[in-house]
C-alpha cells in the first residue's frame, strides 16, 4: 500500500500555505476577503497541490478514456478533501481562522454539465478509476451554461439560465498549447499517384477545440487523473479577416458566436434534441479532439518503441470507452485519422478501433435510441461519412447470408437504414464489448432492442450493473451516519465498501441504533431548514421522509406518486377514522424545456402541495415538498434524509438507476418495482428489507401484447377513489394554482395510460400502507434500513469499476 498524501504537516501549516495563497492569488490578506474569495482561494490551493502531485500508482501502461457528452460532477471541494484525508486539519483550520468549512463549501459552483443519471455515472467512475490507480481520463465538453436552473412560479417549472462560471471555476486549467483543430463541412478531394491514392478535406469551417483539464483526486491522493473538457473557439485560420479588415465588424463577430455556439449549452436528454445541428457538431467535436489528443500522446510515448508497427498497439496501451451513443463517432474518427492522416491500411484501421473501443448502452426504449439523417450527416462530415458508409457496405456484403433469418437481422444491425445513421448500431458494430447497466437491462438489450446483435455475436456482450461513489454519497453527504460507521467499524469502508457488511452484527445492537436514529433526524432536521428556506413549506421531522428525487419522465411515474397522495387526501377527508402514518412526501427534479408533460406533473405536484399544505383538516398527517432546481449539491442533502426511497418506474423501463442505490446506502428502504437494479438490491437485502409491488417486465409485456389494457376501464370500474381521483384533475380542486390538468386527463384516457398508472394504483397504495405500518416498529425499522446499508457495499463504483477493468478493458484493479 502507498503512503497516504500529505499535503499539510499540521493546522498551523495549512494556515500559512492558506494565507499565502490568499495574498499571491489575490493580494489580499485572508482577513480582508468576501466569503466567496475564500473559497476560491481553498479550492484554489488545492487543486495547486493536486495538478503537482507526483502520480506514480497507475497500474499497467494501459490507460482508459471516458468518453461522455455529460459529466455531472457536482462541487469537488469537500470530496477532495476528504480523499486527501486533510477535512479535519482543513475543517479546523479554517474554525480557526473564523470561517466555517461548511460555509466555504455553500460557495461552490454546482456545476451542472449532465442532465441526470448518466452524466452522474461518468463522474462516479472518474472517482473509481482514480481510487483503484487505474490511468483513467474523462472526455467530455465544457458547456458554457449547465443545464437550466430551475425556479418554480405559480406551481410551474421555470427555466432560467445556469451562469455556473460567474464566479470562475478554480479547479480547471486552460490548456491553449494543447488545442486541436476540427473541420465541418467542405469537400472531399480524391488524389492519386500511379497506383496510391488518397483524399483529402478541403474548405470548411475549422474550429480550435481548446481542453480545459480538472484534476480528479482518488481516495487517498495516490492518483490525480485528468476530466479534459473540450470548448470551441474560432481558428485563427478561420477567422472572417476579410470581413474584420474591412471594417464588418457585425459578420466578424457573428462568426465568432456561431463558433463558440457549439459549446455554448448542454442540451437537455428527454425530448426535442433529436436533429439539431449543433448536438451533431458537439458530439462531433469532442470526439475527433479527444482522439486527435490520444493518438499524438500515443504516437509520443510509443512511436520509438514500435516503430512502423506502432497502431497495432494502440489497443495494448489505450481504451477508448464510449458512454451511450454519443460518443459514437469514436470509431470512424478513429479509422480516418488512422487511414488518411497515419497512412494505415482500411483493414488493419477498423480492427484497430473495434479492439479499441467498447460500448455503454444505457436505454432499452428503440425509440429512444439516436439517429441522424444521412444528408445532414454527410454535409457536416463528408470524409467521417465515407468511412461509414464502406463499413456499413461490407458489413452488408459480408453479413451471413446462410442464416435462417439474415434479411430481418440484416435490416436490424445495418448503420444505415431508411435514410438514417443509426448511432447504436454505429456504436456496436465498432466496439468489442456492449454492456448494459443492470443485469434486467442487459437481458432485455439481448432479448429485444439488441437481440440481432445478440444472436449474431453473443460474445459482445456483457452486464456491468451500475454504482455510485460511496465516498461522496455516504462520506460526505452524510457526515454523521459516516462518522457513526467509522466509530463502528473504522474507516476501511470508505476504500473497501464491502466492509459495510460488517454493519450486520450492530443492527440490532442499541448503542448503534439509536446513534442511527440520531444521525437521521440530524438528517431530516437539515433538510427541513433547507426546504423551509428554499420553498417556505415547513415539515415535521417527526414524519416519514418519503423520497422521489429523479428527472421527470412519465416513465419514472411521479404522477403515480401523486395519486398516491391525492388518495390518502380524499380517504382522510372522507373518513375520519383513517389515520396513515404521518408523512412528508418529497419531490425533486427537473422536466426537459419542451417536454409538457413532465412539466405538467411538476405543476400537479405543487398544486396538490398547495391544497394539501393548507388544509388544516389533514396537514398534520400530509405534507408535500417539491424542491426546487435538484442538482448534486442539493442531492446530497436530500439521500441522506430519505427513510422511503420510491423507484417506481413501470418493470422494463429504467435501465438501472442510481439514486434507488445512494438511498439505500443512506439507510432508506425502498419502495419500488422490479425494475433496473432494484432487482439486484431486493437479491442482496432480501425480500423483507425492501418492498416490491406491481407488474413484472413479463407481465407488462403480455399486457402490451395482449392489447386488452383499457385504462378507462379502471377508472369506471371505481368511480368513488380511482376515478376520483382523474376527475380532480380536471374539476378544479387543483385548479388554483394555475389552472386544470387536462393533458394528464388525456395521457391516462385518449393515449390509453402508456405508463400504466391506474394499472399500478391499488398494487403501489397498498404497499406504502404496509411499508408505514411497518415503520411504527422503531426497532425493526432500523433494523432494516441499516441492513439496506449493510449491503450496499456492492453498490459501490469501484466494484463496478473494477469489473469493467477486468472484463472489458483487460486492467488489473
Ligand atoms: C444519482 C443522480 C441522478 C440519477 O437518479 P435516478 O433516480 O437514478 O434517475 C440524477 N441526478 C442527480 C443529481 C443524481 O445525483
Known amino acids: 500500500m502507498q503512503k497516504k498524501a500529505q499535503l499539510f504537516t499540521s493546522k498551523e501549516d495549512f494556515i500559512n500555505q492558506y ?315 478513429l479509422m480516418r485519422i488512422l487511414v488518411d492522416e497515419k497512412d494505415v491500411d482500411f483493414d488493419l484501421a477498423f480492427k484497430i478501433a473495434r479492439a479499441t473501443i467498447s460500448y455503454t448502452n444505457h436505454t432499452v426504449m428503440p425509440e429512444a435510441l439516436e439517429k441522424w439523417p444521412i444528408n445532414t450527416f454527410r454535409e457536416l462530415l463528408p470524409r467521417l461519412y465515407m468511412f461509414i458508409e464502406e463499413i456499413d457496405r461490407r458489413y452488408r456484403d459480408t453479413f451471413p447470408h446462410d442464416r435462417d433469418n439474415w434479411q430481418e437481422e440484416l435490416s436490424q444491425t445495418a448503420i444505415l437504414w431508411d435514410g438514417q445513421v443509426r448511432m447504436a448500431n454505429l456504436s456496436v458494430i465498432f466496439s468489442h464489448s456492449v454492456n448494459g447497466v443492470s443485469a434486467l437491462h442487459t437481458g432485455i438489450l439481448e432479448a429485444s432492442t439488441l437481440r440481432s446483435f445478440y444472436e449474431l455475436s453473443p460474445e459482445l456482450f456483457n452486464n456491468k450493473t451500475n454504482g455510485i461513489s460511496h465516498r461522496r454519497f455516504l462520506g460526505n453527504a452524510n457526515p454523521k451516519y459516516a462518522r457513526l460507521i467509522c466509530d463502528t467499524i473504522g474507516d476501511g469502508w470508505l476504500s473497501d465498501a464491502t466492509q459495510l457488511e460488517k454493519l450486520e452484527k450492530y443492527e440490532e445492537d442499541p448503542s448503534f441504533v439509536e446513534e442511527f436514529h440520531k444521525a437521521k433526524a440530524w438528517d431530516k432536521q437539515r433538510l427541513a431548514d433547507y426546504i423551509k428556506e428554499t420553498t417556505g413549506t415547513a415539515l415535521d421531522t417527526n414524519m416519514v421522509f418519503d423520497v422521489q428525487v429523479k428527472r421527470f419522465h412519465a416513465y419514472k411515474r411521479q404522477l403515480l406518486n401523486v395519486f398516491k397522495i391525492l388518495d390518502l387526501y380524499n380517504r382522510m377527508l372522507a373518513d375520519s377514522s383513517f389515520q396513515p402514518r404521518p408523512t412528508a412526501f418529497i419531490f425533486s427534479g427537473k422536466a ?50 430519505a427513510e422511503i426511497s420510491e423507484q417506481i418506474s413501470w418493470a422494463g423501463s429504467e435501465a438501472s438507476g442510481t439514486s434507488n442505490m445512494k438511498l439505500m446506502m443512506n439507510g432508506a428502504i425502498t419502495l419500488g418495482t422490479y425494475d433496473g437494479a432494484n432487482v439486484e438490491i431486493c437479491d442482496l437485502v432480501g425480500e423483507e428489507n425492501i418492498k416490491i409491488f406491481g407488474l413484472r417486465t413479463e407481465e407488462v409485456d403480455a399486457l402490451r401484447a395482449g ?107
Open 707 to 813: 392489447g386488452n389494457y383499457w385504462a378507462r376501464d379502471l377508472y369506471d370500474r371505481d368511480r368513488q377513489r380511482l376515478g376520483r381521483i382523474v376527475d380532480e384533475l380536471v374539476d378544479g380542486t387543483l385548479a388554483h394554482l394555475s389552472g386544470n390538468f387536462n393533458s394528464i386527463m388525456d395521457e391516462l384516457h385518449v393515449n390509453n395510460d402508456h405508463d400504466l398508472v391506474l394499472k399500478d394504483f391499488y398494487s403501489y397504495v397498498d404497499a406504502w400502507e404496509e411499508l408505514t405500518e411497518f415503520y411504527g416498529d422503531r426497532d425493526a425499522w432500523a433494523k432494516a434500513a441499516i441492513h439496506n446499508t449493510a449491503c450496499s457495499g456492492y453498490f459501490s463504483s469501484d466494484r463496478t469499476i473494477r469489473e469493467y477493468a477486468r472484463d472489458i478493458w483487460h486492467i488489473d484493479a
Open 592 to 641: 426537459a424545456q419542451s417536454y409538457d408533460f413532465a412539466k405538467e406533473v411538476i405543476r400537479l405536484i405543487n398544486s396538490v402541495a398547495d391544497v394539501v399544505n393548507n388544509d388544516a383538516r389533514v396537514n398534520q398527517t400530509l405534507r408535500v415538498a417539491f424542491v426546487p432546481n435538484f442538482a448534486v449539491s442539493s442531492a446530497q442533502l436530500v439521500y441522506p434524509a
Open 19 to 333: 494565507r499565502e495563497e490568499c495574498e499571491s492569488l489575490l493580494s489580499k490578506k485572508y482577513d480582508e476577503l468576501q466569503p466567496q474569495e475564500r473559497y476560491y482561494v481553498l479550492a484554489s490551493l488545492i487543486a495547486s497541490k493536486a495538478k503537482n502531485f507526483k502520480v506514480d500508482a497507475k497500474k499497467g501502461d494501459k490507460s482508459v478514456y471516458y468518453f461522455s457528452l455529460e459529466f455531472l460532477i457536482g462541487p469537488l471541494l469537500d470530496n477532495y478533501l476528504l480523499n486527501f484525508g486533510i477535512r479535519d486539519i482543513v475543517k479546523e483550520g479554517c474554525a480557526e481562522l473564523g470561517t466555517t468549512l461548511d460555509d466555504l463549501i455553500a460557495c461552490e459552483a454546482d456545476p451542472g454539465l449532465g442532465n441526470g443519471g448518466l452524466g452522474r455515472l461518468a463522474a462516479c467512475f472518474l472517482d473509481s478509476m482514480a481510487a483503484l490507480g487505474i490511468s483513467g481520463h474523462g472526455n467530455g465538453m465544457r458547456y458554457r451554461y449547465g443545464l437550466f436552473k430551475q425556479e418554480i412560479e405559480g406551481g410551474r417549472q421555470v427555466e432560467k439560465m445556469d451562469n455556473w462560471l460567474e464566479h470562475g471555476f478554480p479547479w480547471e486549467t486552460r490548456k491553449n498549447e494543447s488545442s486541436v483543430l476540427v473541420t465541418f463541412g467542405g469537400q472531399v478531394v480524391r488524389h492519386q499517384d500511379g497506383e496510391r491514392f488518397w483524399f483529402t478535406q478541403e474548405g470548411g469551417e475549422v474550429i480550435k477545440a481548446v481542453p480545459y483539464d480538472v484534476p480528479i483526486i482518488g481516495y487517498e491522493g495516490k492518483t490525480v487523473n485528468n476530466l479534459r473538457l473540450w470548448s470551441a473557439e474560432p481558428a485563427e485560420e478561420n477567422f472572417d479577416l476579410d470581413a474584420f479588415n474591412a471594417g464588418d465588424y457585425a459578420k466578424a463577430m457573428k462568426f465568432r458566436s456561431d463558433v463558440e455556439a457549439i459549446s455554448q449549452i448542454l442540451y437537455p436528454n428527454d425530448a426535442g434534441e433529436h436533429g439539431r445541428i449543433l448536438r451533431l457538431k458537439q458530439e462531433y467535436l469532442f470526439v475527433s479532439a479527444g482522439l486527435q489528443t490520444i493518438l499524438r500522446s500515443f504516437e509520443k510515448n510509443y512511436g520509438e518503441k514500435y516503430g512502423d508497427k506502432l497502431w497495432e498497439h494502440l489497443s495494448d496501451h489505450v481504451c477508448i470507452h464510449t458512454n451511450d451513443t454519443h460518443p459514437a463517432m469514436c470509431g470512424p474518427e
